[in-house]
């Protein structure tokens, strides 16, 4: 059987094509700039034999008035030679969406049907950026797809187990109870996807662990057998620890002070919280690797960004063994988290009341899979283990299906 999971952005789709039960990548690809007359597709496709091989890319650049121009073209490069892959669209029995936003509905994986459907349209107040994108990605693959299964697997949905006094803001219960404002948590698929890894390395179901997604996007969890208990984003993926180009916690007090005495409209706020600040806002580079290349150069502005980047990490790992009355393993992964050393060490230094103790040499060691970098008599493992959401969704997606 085929699973081919979309992750469908507002000028982009990224997707991956799966055999199953193998849960082997068949190929991968990224389109960019749809709706432009000078897109580009990035198709690669994998050695079924060999996983190390390199796979085979196909760049293209063409013009793609829309999503569903876009999803044509993949079709295209998954049937037709060289990069072919499969005969006919109806060899696809499955087709996992990514879906950003599912409220308080969607705890899980879901069929899309119409009930489905309307639901996801309900919630694009609450995703106004992600969902609508999402949308169109799932209506576009009816349509290129029609005989398989869509599914819907949502970015909030494994936060849904958060208990109400870990989810809810101390704020007027009608804003919760009618306008639905309360913590949602993001970046779910990878959390489970590296939980899962984790626990099943560490022989533990139950374990406890702190699961550190860093890439343009920032996120933690704080997890006990397979649930998460706690996560630092919130309302939207705004809250919580420093990101690429978005702030983080903030008092709300300054938001106020923006839109009152300083005059900026909510639309200024709006782009310089979530486009302008984060390390962008405190170096003036929002890619890991430019703030460490400007470090290693003695840029003041980009040490003062990985102290403030590590410290809030630390922040919350102090705050998520409290939740977790205990620790078993930290875990690293995205971007930032599989591939900066200097992150993991600044996160990891004067911890040990938490039993964390990095080994460094380890930690400089730059090798593919999960890793182990604490000492061996540490109490508490660091591991690093690369995230892989397409995967995930595959696997949910593939759950779903009659045994
Ligand atoms: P992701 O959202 O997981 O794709 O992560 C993207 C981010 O990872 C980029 O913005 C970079 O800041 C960071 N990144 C990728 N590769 C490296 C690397 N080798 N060293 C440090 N940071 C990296």
């Not at 998460?228 to 916690?249: H, K, W, Y």
């Not at 990985?306 to 992964?333: K, M, S």
Request: charged share 15%; glycine share 8%.
């Amino acid at each position: 059987m085929n699973i081919f999971v979309i992750n469908s952005g507002s000028s982009s789709i990224k997707y991956q094509l799966f055999h199953w039960p193998a849960e082997q990548p068949v190929c991968s690809g990224l389109v960019e700039r749809v709706g432009s007359a000078q897109a580009t597709i990035t198709h690669k496709v994998f050695d079924a034999q060999s996983p190390a091989t390199p796979p085979v890319e196909t760049q293209l650049t063409l013009p793609l008035p829309d999503h569903e121009a876009g999803l044509l073209e993949v079709v295209r490069l998954l049937t037709a030679a060289p990069s072919g892959v499969i005969q006919d669209p109806a060899d696809i029995a499955l087709v996992g969406h990514r879906v950003v936003h599912g409220g308080e509905t969607f705890a899980a994986a879901t069929l899309i049907t119409p009930a489905v459907k309307a639901e996801i349209r309900r919630l694009f107040s609450l995703a106004p950026l992600h969902n609508p994108a999402n949308y169109l990605g799932i209506e576009v693959a009816e349509r290129v797809f029609p005989l398989a299964q869509q599914v819907a697997v949502f970015d909030t949905a494994f936060h849904q187990t958060l208990p109400e006094y870990a989810f809810r803001y101390a704020l007027p219960t009608p804003l919760y109870t009618e306008q639905r404002i309360r913590k949602y948590g993001f970046h779910g698929t990878s959390h489970q996807y590296v939980a899962a890894q984790a626990a099943a390395y560490l022989g533990q179901p139950e374990a406890r662990l702190i699961t550190i997604h860093l890439g343009n996007g920032c996120s933690m969890a704080a997890v006990r057998g397979g649930q998460s208990l706690d996560t630092s984003m919130g309302f939207s993926p705004l809250a919580g620890l420093v990101m690429g180009t978005r702030s983080g916690d903030l008092d709300p007090s300054v938001l106020l002070h923006l839109l009152g005495p300083l005059g900026y409209s909510v639309e200024q706020v709006n782009t310089l919280l979530n486009k302008e600040s984060g390390m962008l806002g405190l170096t003036g580079a929002n890619d890991m690797r430019d703030i460490s290349a400007a470090l290693a150069a003695g840029d003041a502005r980009a040490a003062l960004a990985y102290d403030l980047y590590a410290y809030r990490i630390r922040q919350y790992i102090g705050a998520y063994a409290a939740v977790l009355n205990g620790l078993d393993a930290i875990v690293f992964t995205a971007g930032v988290g599989e591939n900066d050393a200097l992150v993991r060490t600044r996160v990891c230094q004067h911890m040990e009341f938490f039993g964390l103790a990095l080994d460094e040499s380890k930690n400089q060691q730059r090798l593919p899979g999960l890793r182990e970098l604490n000492t061996p008599e540490a109490r508490v493992k660091i591991l690093v283990i690369p995230t892989n959401e397409e995967l995930e969704i595959a696997r949910q997606c593939a759950a779903l299906l009659p045994a």
